[in-house]
């Protein structure tokens, strides 16, 4: 059962344009959404997150809008750089809850051409 | 401060061989967590643990047993690999709960 679906899986962005990654979960009990970057042969790390109480969080040009209603989160990435290209992965947990699990969508590479 | 450690970088094992995981870290982080990492399938936990001598199953923790003796240390255990197995493992921590995680670099592991 897959609890946070991702679209689209993979992307391509010219340098300086936007990139929009999205997300949806079906569990109302999620509480805290993160976005992971992951580059080829590393791990992933964490590079944004959001709670439900705000419907907007910006870091750079790092971008998380939330729809709490839809149940939908996406990741927006202003001016792309070359150096984002990066597999992006979104998560979704219970902050506080018997479960320490996190769920993750399926991850979305994304290519930023010069 | 290294971060997150894990050892072996790569492996091949033949069905039906046993191996260890090792994972170390050095934040002292009560949480730790074992996911395998397939293509275009996310990350899948396996078995995670919120302190030495507490640990718990995960999403997909079928084939692998864990153990926590220690704060720093969570090796993952295959006892009869089977091809399904073949995959990407990546061993994370956190100070507290599902937030921030710091994950490993991987262990990317075949079975044939």
């Known amino acids: 059962q897959q609890q946070v679906k991702q679209s689209p899986q993979s992307l391509i962005v010219q340098k300086g344009g936007i990139s929009i990654i999205n997300c949806a979960y079906e569990?109302?009990?999620?509480?805290?959404f993160p976005w992971y970057q992951q580059f080829p042969g590393k791990g992933p790390a964490l590079l944004i997150a959001?709670?439900?109480?705000?419907s907007e969080k910006k870091e750079g040009r790092f971008t998380i809008s939330f729809n709490k209603s839809a149940k939908q989160f996406s990741l927006h990435i202003m001016d792309s750089q070359p150096g984002d290209s990066a597999t992006y992965f979104c998560?979704?947990?219970?902050?506080?809850?018997?479960?320490?699990?996190?769920?993750f969508g399926a991850g979305t590479r994304l290519t930023v051409k010069p | 401060n290294a971060g997150v450690t894990q050892t072996p970088k790569f492996r091949i094992l033949k069905i039906g061989q046993s191996m260890t995981l090792q994972c170390t870290q050095d934040?002292?982080?009560?949480?730790m967590y074992w996911y395998r990492q397939d293509p275009g399938m996310g990350l899948k936990l396996i078995y995670y643990?919120?302190?030495?001598?507490?640990?718990d199953k995960g999403e997909v923790p079928n084939g692998y047993n864990v153990s926590r003796s220690t704060t720093e240390d969570f090796p993952l255990r295959l006892e009869l690999a089977a091809p399904s197995q073949t995959s990407v493992y990546f061993c994370?921590?956190?100070?507290?709960?599902?937030?921030?995680?710091?994950f490993g670099p991987g262990t990317r592991l075949t079975v044939t």
């Open positions: 994370a921590s956190s100070y507290a709960g599902p937030y921030e995680q710091y």
């Open positions: 569990n109302t009990a999620f509480d805290y």
């Open positions: 959001i709670r439900p109480d705000v």
């Open positions: 998560a979704a947990s219970i902050l506080g809850g018997y479960n320490n699990d996190m769920r």
């Open positions: 934040m002292n982080h009560n949480y």
């Open positions: 643990s919120v302190g030495a001598g507490i640990t």
